[in-house]
């Protein structure tokens, strides 16, 4: 008999694994976690292969094998896997009668064309896409409670879509001008792979931009934003910090708006909602507001005219982006309140 309450992790050494275990570690409601990574390096616990964890992170430590994951009692799977990975995995887990959070990008599109096109991978986990539930609580929180397999959100994607889809719904956006996102993300985002362009002397006292026109976030913003493909220039940035993204996105209005209107319109939509904050008119968070937390700071700026809206989405690409996010699904999923563990 599978416990959704018995955890298997696969995936640690990365940047998000690792912020994922400092989470499920301290979860209160959590029975058991085990993690399975490829290399254990001769550890037997989370402890022994990272220090910072003594005296709390005595979870056991399992080379990666599918068969140990499946003869095991765990009810629940995250994986904090590359997406080829996730991609062979997940169905299997799920054939075997366990719920799947996955943190890569291999689930979080209905197509594979999509997916093929933007990752430049082949699908073999195609006949899953369908399944799979897109895992952003404050839009689709009653299909994440009923999911199978959660595909968890992009951390630039995240930031986005939680900005601009009231505006959206609202009809508020004019359908002949630009949504310009101007995204700038911590260097964990990037992951932990050795790259030359990541090296600290790189990264020190520099800011540049990358990935323009081919961000693999680019096809969730459309997806769940709703905007045209010609409308939305999305932009990416490289920020010389370990973890935070501040996109700053501009939009002109169909018709003019007060502040209070906007302010108002973010709060009636986020109501309820406990991780996302909507800042009063004219004030604007910045990543020191949100960084170690599980928190979306939402601020806006609006031009006198009424229709040039300016707004600040801030959120840690590792929890709100990434391992945050991911146990908000868990919590949804166990019916329990979704801040437990988070804050």
Not at 208 to 218: D, E, G, V
Not at 221 to 240: C, K, N, V, Y
Not at 267 to 296: D, S
């Amino acid at each position: 008999m599978r416990d959704p309450l018995q955890i298997a992790v696969v995936g640690l050494t990365g940047y998000t694994g690792l912020e994922l275990a400092g989470i499920l570690l301290r979860h209160p409601a959590v029975a058991s976690t085990t993690f399975y990574v490829r290399e254990t390096r001769g550890a037997n616990c989370v402890a022994e292969l990272f220090p910072q964890f003594r005296g709390w992170g005595q979870a056991p430590l399992r080379p990666l094998s599918l068969d140990s994951i499946v003869s095991s009692q765990a009810g629940t799977a995250f994986l904090a896997t590359p997406h080829e990975v996730s991609a062979d995995l997940a169905p299997a887990l799920l054939d075997a009668g366990l719920r799947v959070i996955d943190l890569s990008g291999a689930f979080r599109f209905q197509s594979p064309e999509t997916f093929t096109s933007w990752y430049k991978l082949s699908t073999p986990h195609a006949g899953y896409l369908g399944e799979a539930v897109y895992g952003l609580p404050e839009l689709y929180s009653g299909e994440i409670a009923n999911a199978r397999l959660v595909a968890n959100p992009g951390c630039y994607a995240t930031s986005v879509i939680l900005a601009l889809r009231p505006l959206v719904e609202a009809s508020f956006i004019d359908s002949n001008q630009n949504v310009v996102c101007d995204c700038k993300s911590g260097a964990s985002g990037a992951g932990k792979d050795p790259r030359r362009d990541l090296q600290f002397v790189e990264v020190d006292q520099n800011f540049k931009a990358y990935n323009l026109f081919s961000h693999r976030h680019t096809p969730e913003i459309l997806e769940h934003t709703g905007l045209g493909e010609s409308q939305l220039i999305f932009s990416t940035h490289l920020l010389p910090l370990a973890r935070g993204i501040l996109s700053t996105i501009y939009v002109t209005l169909a018709s003019q708006q007060s502040p209070d209107v906007i302010e108002a319109l973010y709060r009636k939509f986020y109501a309820g909602r406990p991780m996302v904050r909507i800042w009063p008119a004219g004030t604007l968070p910045e990543l020191q507001h949100v960084a170690h937390t599980n928190f979306c700071d939402i601020g806006f700026a609006l031009e006198s005219s009424g229709k040039r809206l300016i707004l600040v989405s801030c959120l840690d690409n590792l929890g709100k982006g990434a391992a945050g996010q991911a146990v908000q699904n868990f919590n949804h999923i166990l019916g329990i309140e979704e801040k437990t563990a988070l804050q």
